[in-house]
C-alpha cells in the first residue's frame, strides 16, 4: 500500500465539496473503490477520483507499460515503458494527493483473489477492463460480493458507460451471455472517446455517494458517438 | 424468414403502401459492416427477432456479433413487439477500455 503523507489541504475540495452531502462526502471518503483496469478508462477515471477526496483505492491489473498505451493512458510517460500501470499509477496518484490510500494488485481481478484480498469494508467497482474475459469475471463477482458496477467500454469513436447495481443481471444482462465469448475487437482506441466515457464512470460515482443507489446510469446507457459527434440515452428495461 | 421487414441500401427513402421507413443507426463495428444509407422498410407490427432475420442476409458479418436492439431509444429484446418506431439501433458490446 502506498500512503501519501497526509498534509492538511483544507482548500482542495472547496470547489466541489458542496456537491457532496454530508453522507456522500462519507461514502466517498470510508468506501474502497476498486479500478479494475488501470490502462485508458482507468487512467482517467483515477485521475478524477483521486482529486475528488481521501479516498481509499484498490487498483488491479496485471500489466506492463508499453509505448502504444501512451496515446490514452495519462498516468504514464515514456519513462514508464517497461513498468507494471499499477507500481507507476500508484506513485502518481499519491503525488497528486497525498491524503489518499493506494493499495495494488499486479493481478487479472478474481473472485477467489477478491475474497483474500478484499475486506469487509463496502467497495464499488470501476470497470476499465479491456476484455470481455475478464468482464465475464467482474460481472460474477459483482453478483457474489454484492457490488455495484460503474462500466466503461470503448471500441474506436464509440463508447458506452452504464452502471450495474449489486443486484440484477448486470452486463450479461444488457448484452447477452454470448458477449464473454467474444474476440476482443482490437479496434483503435483514441483518447478523446476514454476520456468522454471515464468522465460518465466518475460522474455516476458521484450520484452514487449522494443517493440512495440508483443513479442515472443505472437505468439509462450513455452511448458516445465519436463520428457524428452525438450522444445518447438509451433506456435500458429493468434489470431482472 | 419476414416479408414484413425489407432492408434497404441508398436511393430516395419513401414509404411504401402498408410499410413504414424507419432509420437504422450502427455503433461501433457495426457501423463498419452495416453502411449509413442503409434502412428499413417494416410493415407493423413486427418483432425485433425479425428484424434481425432480415438484417443478416444483408449484412451478415452481423451474425459474428452479440448485437443489441434499440428502438426509439429503447434497449429491447428480440421477443419486442415494434408497433412503430422512427429508428432502429444497433449496438455491439464495446471490449476496450
Not at chain 1, 55 to 80: C, F, H, K, M, S
Request: hydrophobic residues 45%; glycine residues 10%; aromatic residues 8%.
Amino acid at each position: 500500500m502506498m500512503n501519501g503523507t497526509p498534509q492538511p489541504h483544507p482548500d482542495r475540495y472547496t470547489r466541489h465539496r458542496t456537491f457532496f452531502s454530508d453522507a456522500g462526502w462519507h461514502r466517498l471518503t470510508s468506501t474502497v473503490i476498486v479500478v479494475a483496469g488501470v490502462g485508458g478508462l482507468g487512467s482517467h477515471v483515477l485521475s478524477s477520483v483521486v482529486r475528488l477526496g481521501p479516498v481509499t483505492l484498490l487498483l488491479w491489473d496485471p500489466g506492463v507499460i508499453d509505448e502504444p498505451d501512451l496515446n490514452r493512458q495519462i498516468l504514464y510517460t515514456p519513462a514508464d515503458i517497461g513498468r507494471q500501470k499499477v507500481d507507476v499509477a500508484a506513485e502518481v496518484l499519491v503525488r497528486i494527493n497525498p491524503e489518499v490510500q493506494v493499495s495494488t494488485q499486479a493481478l487479472p481481478i478474481t473472485a477467489e483473489r477478491c475474497d483474500t484480498v478484499c475486506a469487509s469494508a463496502q467497495h464499488v467497482v470501476f470497470d476499465c477492463l479491456d476484455s470481455f474475459t475478464a468482464r465475464a469475471e467482474l460481472d460474477a463477482i459483482r453478483s457474489r460480493r454484492g457490488w455495484t458496477v460503474f462500466h466503461g467500454g470503448v471500441e474506436g469513436l464509440y463508447g458506452q458507460a452504464v452502471t450495474f447495481g449489486p443486484d440484477g443481471a448486470g452486463y450479461a444482462g444488457v448484452f447477452g451471455p454470448e458477449y464473454a465469448s467474444m474476440a476482443a475487437a482490437g479496434k483503435p482506441i483514441l483518447p478523446m472517446t476514454v476520456a468522454v466515457i471515464a468522465a460518465m464512470q466518475v460522474g455516476e460515482f458521484v450520484h452514487w455517494c449522494n443517493g440512495d443507489g440508483s443513479t442515472p446510469l443505472s437505468r439509462t446507457m450513455f452511448v458516445y458517438d465519436g463520428q457524428s459527434m452525438r450522444s445518447d440515452g438509451i433506456a435500458l428495461a429493468a434489470q431482472s | 424468414m419476414s416479408t414484413r421487414v425489407t432492408v434497404r441500401t441508398g436511393g430516395p427513402r419513401e414509404e411504401e403502401s402498408g410499410a413504414a421507413v424507419v432509420a437504422i443507426r450502427s455503433f461501433g463495428k457495426l457501423s463498419d459492416i452495416v453502411p449509413a444509407d442503409a434502412w428499413l422498410q417494416i410493415a407493423f407490427p413486427v418483432s425485433v427477432e425479425a428484424v434481425r432475420e432480415a438484417l443478416v442476409p444483408a449484412f451478415p458479418e452481423i451474425a459474428a456479433v452479440p448485437v443489441r436492439f434499440a428502438v426509439d431509444g429503447t434497449l429491447v429484446g428480440d421477443d419486442f413487439l415494434v408497433t412503430e418506431a422512427r429508428e432502429i439501433a444497433l449496438f455491439p458490446p464495446f471490449s476496450g477500455g
